[in-house]
């Protein structure tokens, strides 16, 4: 015998066949409805298995504030990045480990410029492989450290006026209208 469950649209939800396959459910059972919640066991006897669906309760929706503190805290990403690559692109003309040696070339140098009899061991074998004075190579470390911090203080005077802007924004268009 077969039942044929229908639920409240009059939709088939399940079609149980009682004797020639006891305890069989169909393909059509919905597990989200009662009347197909059911399994049929020996020759016609249906349990209700009593399965609910699944409940889902969607997070609320982020505030306005919230909304905001996101896209500043992306925008700052973004200029940071940018910053980043400005810094980068200082040096991109030197070897890295000849960017690690100018603290000590400044360092030489200056104390060069302050007293000729100074020792100065690394500009003194720059001096020897170069063919350069270690008085020559003093200014000219000297002038370009200049140039160089005035460079990177340009660059890094922009991110953090560009991030106080961002800071200050009040909508989300107006943040994002802030770019490097």
């Not at 069989?24 to 016609?44: H, K, R």
């Not at 249906?46 to 982020?62: D, M, R, S, V």
């Not at 040096?91 to 890295?96: A, K, L, Q, V």
Request: with cysteine; aromatic share 4%.
């Amino acid at each position: 015998m077969k039942r044929v469950h229908y639920n409240t649209s009059n939709i088939v939800t399940a079609i149980t066949n009682n004797i020639q396959n006891p305890g069989m459910v169909s393909p059509f059972t919905d597990p989200y409805t009662d009347v197909a919640d059911s399994v049929t066991v020996g020759l016609g006897d249906t349990i209700n298995l009593g399965i609910t669906p699944p409940t889902f309760t969607a997070p609320p929706a982020p505030t306005a504030a919230q909304v905001l503190a996101t896209a500043q805290a992306n925008q700052i990403l973004l200029i940071n990045k940018a910053c980043q690559e400005a810094l980068a692109a200082v040096i991109t003309s030197y070897p890295e480990l000849e960017v690690l040696s100018w603290d000590q070339q400044l360092s030489e140098a200056e104390a060069y410029t302050a007293n000729s009899s100074a020792s100065t061991p690394l500009l003194s074998a720059i001096s020897t492989a170069s063919g350069k004075t270690v008085a020559a190579l003093s200014a000219s470390i000297i002038t370009e450290n200049t140039t160089y911090k005035a460079s990177v203080g340009a660059i890094i005077g922009k991110r953090q006026n560009l991030t106080a802007q961002i800071n200050a924004a009040t909508s989300v268009p107006a943040v994002q209208a802030i770019v490097w």
